[in-house]
């Protein structure tokens, strides 16, 4: 059964510098997510992007954070300098249609020191 | 803005009980509701949609229900088993892009 990869599993960084996380959505899907999660919050939504360009954003979004689908299989969430509170579970998630079921990836774990 | 409320943190029952799981917003009815399964340090897993205009959906031992009036979504297990010890997570569209706002969860704990 097709599924969303996401890389790395584990990310640690020091505080101001760049990281890039990593997903492969599946492949006929259309749309595509990222969230994130603070330890012991709810899930919350970052971004989402559809047809080559973000569709829409959340406040969280602000302009440290860009995303990218550089070639068409892979969907890349960078945070240019990142800070303290950036320390978060980091969710890929696609769907083939817009409102309807979202697949989400295993996460990646990231740690600003 | 929509906010969600899962009413219970925490729900502990026995093996061969009904979990029953409750989801209320507070704002503009959605036109979709889904219900997602949450294991510890795991991305969230689909279970069940349900749209504004069906009242309820079954999937094998899960049923979800959804009350517009009360603005309000229902979620049941029966035969509840210790494999179904998870978080349960309510969501509901945030946008015309299918971007999802997330319930905090409810931690189902089912003991043999």
């Known amino acids: 059964e097709p599924e969303v990869t996401q890389t790395p599993s584990h990310q640690v960084t020091q505080m101001g510098q760049e990281v890039i996380l990593r997903c492969v959505p599946i492949?006929?899907?259309?749309?595509f997510y990222w969230y994130r999660q603070i330890l012991g919050q709810k899930v919350e939504f970052l971004v989402s992007?559809?047809?080559?360009?973000?569709?829409?954003k959340s406040e969280i979004f602000d302009d440290q954070f860009s995303v990218e689908r550089p070639d068409g299989s892979n969907f890349t969430l960078k945070i240019r300098s990142t800070k303290l509170e950036d320390s978060a579970m980091y969710f890929c998630?696609?769907?083939?249609?817009?409102?309807?079921?979202?697949?989400f990836g295993p996460g990646t774990r990231l740690l600003v020191l | 803005s929509q906010k969600i409320e899962q009413n219970s943190e925490a729900l502990n029952i026995q093996e061969g009980k009904t979990a029953t799981l409750t989801c209320n917003y507070t704002n503009y009815s959605p036109a979709y509701l889904q219900w997602y399964r949450q294991d510890p340090g795991r991305g969230p897993v689909f279970l069940l949609l349900i749209r504004e205009n069906e009242k309820e959906k079954r999937k094998e031992r899960l049923k979800v229900t959804f009350d517009t009036t009360l603005k309000q979504s229902l979620f049941h297990i029966t035969a509840s088993q210790p494999a179904d010890s998870a978080t349960y997570l309510c969501a509901l569209e945030g946008g015309s892009q299918g971007n999802l706002i997330f319930g905090k969860g409810t931690k189902l704990s089912v003991k043999p």
């Open positions: 992007f559809y047809n080559n360009e973000i569709s829409e």
């Open positions: 492949s006929n899907h259309l749309y």
């Open positions: 998630a696609s769907s083939s249609q817009g409102g309807e079921t979202q697949y």
